[in-house]
């Protein structure tokens, strides 16, 4: 009789589901071929390229927060409870990056951690029964202890590795 009570064991065991990694990448939509586009000359500016063009990448319009100008779209991620967050790259220093969006955000935000550096600005209210995470923007600095960067997880594009990345988590309308 043990031995059988050990076999049902065994089988329920097999049986059951196999946890999944936490998070999970998401991957942007390969989006449908379209027909070129005539070429016309874009403005001379001073900007640089805008994250928002690359495809797949979120808008500030569908975050509802802003993405700092020259910020390369990498990943978003299911961070639970029907919340994502969205990982940008740039080549702009951790102090430039907290720089711009204290302008942008007008928030100070908080150095959450002194080593390596990692600044957050919350800017809406976290809701524990429907969050994962508060709403906000977090910079982190990857060349911190002599780290040579984040690597771009495009192979064979500019930039090779990513200084600064920006984590955007939306949730919800400043407060």
Known sequence: MMSFGAAVCVVASLAAQTPQPFPRPQQPAQPAP??????????????????QGQPGAPTEA????????AAQFIASYDAGRGQRFF????????????TYYRTTLKERGNLVFEEPPTHMFEVGRFRDETMAFPPGV??????????KGYPNPKRGTAPERFP????????????
């Open 164 to 175: 600064t990345i920006i984590m955007i988590v939306p949730g919800g309308a400043p407060e």
């Open 138 to 147: 977090t910079i982190k600095d990857y060349t911190w202890g002599g780290s």
């Open 34 to 51: 379209q027909r070129p586009a005539p070429s016309v000359p874009a403005p001379a500016s001073s900007t640089p390229p805008v994250a």
């Open 62 to 69: 569908t975050l509802g927060l802003p993405i700092y100008p």
């Open 87 to 98: 990982i940008f790259g740039t080549t702009a220093s951790f102090a430039e990056m907290v």
